[in-house]
């Protein structure tokens, strides 16, 4: 487990996602970050969907987006990079999960072409900070937004918080 955000390989991409909840609210903001070895945002997901019934929830919310989103992408080969330890592990597993969140994962996992070209990775809170900022973003989003090209202009300080 890493502490820090690092780049994947060269011509790999990482997708990182998070869930921030927002209580006062009764909602959950979902943040997708698409990056390839050069650290170049490729693509950005931010999304507001109901508040679900725990963080780890939440959690796999973002994981099943993330993985739907990328695939929609066109992309069937990255590394999925995540905050949470239990809905990493969850993710490898080759047998159904029966956690409250086992069968949003399971979904998740059957939209994958070939598992082999994807592997998952838990990295520390610290690690996973543009996600988690660009999470808390999405507060400010009304359904669900999507950057394909250029981030907008808002967030580049983020992205500058693992360039260090």
């Known amino acids: 487990m890493q502490s820090r955000w690092s780049p994947p390989p060269t011509g790999m991409i990482k997708v ?7 209580r006062d609210i009764r909602k959950v903001g979902i943040r997708v970050v698409v990056r390839d070895s050069n650290r170049k945002a490729i693509a950005t997901l931010s999304e507001q969907a109901s508040l679900p019934f725990s963080s780890e929830i939440a959690e796999a919310m973002a994981a099943a987006r993330a993985v739907s989103f990328v695939q929609g992408l066109g992309f069937t080969s ?8 239990n809905v990493i592990n969850t993710l490898k597993l080759e047998e159904i999960s029966l956690s ?7 979904s998740a996992k059957s939209l994958l072409v070939d ?3 994807v592997s998952f990775s838990h990295v520390r ?3 996973n900070i543009v996600a988690h900022k660009l999470a ?3 507060r400010h989003v009304r359904g669900f937004s999507v950057w394909t090209e250029n981030a907008p202009p808002h967030p580049d300080y983020v992205f ?5």
């Open 16 to 22: 990182n996602f998070d869930g921030a909840l927002f």
């Open 78 to 85: 990255f590394i999925l990079e995540g905050d949470s330890d």
């Open 100 to 106: 409250t969140y086992g069968h949003i994962l399971s």
């Open 115 to 117: 598992r082999s070209c």
């Open 125 to 127: 809170h610290s690690g």
């Open 136 to 138: 808390k973003h999405a």
């Open 160 to 164: 500058l918080t693992d360039h260090g």
